[in-house]
């Protein structure tokens, strides 16, 4: 199934899953009231197109948290990159280095 997330109007301007950023502003999640939207809650209205409950965040969060516990070995790896190293390559190979203990690659 394909589906596209965003959508791009030459007038109206960007949409995610039918929400205009004015609309995610208003709407998003914020841990501060009249702040800025915080990622989890953005990334959740793109992954299932509604916006996320308080608890909804939370659990995400935590989710993510715990997703998230590098090895060790990962972190020494991650962190003996070159400082000089491109942004994006340094992501990148970590991404690679943090395969190996990814929860999809034991069911292959």
Known sequence: MVYETSKLHP???I?????DLFQIRKEAPKTIPGGQPIPEGVLWLLLTGE???ESEVKDFQE???KR???TDEQEKLIKSFPKTMHPM???SAATLVCQPSSKF???Y
């Open 105 to 107: 690659a034991k069911a």
């Open 63 to 65: 989710d993510m948290f």
């Open 68 to 70: 998230g516990a590098l």
């Open 15 to 19: 949409r995610y899953r039918g929400y």
């Open 51 to 53: 916006m996320p409950s």
């Open 11 to 13: 007038i109206d301007g």
């Open 89 to 91: 390559t340094q992501f």
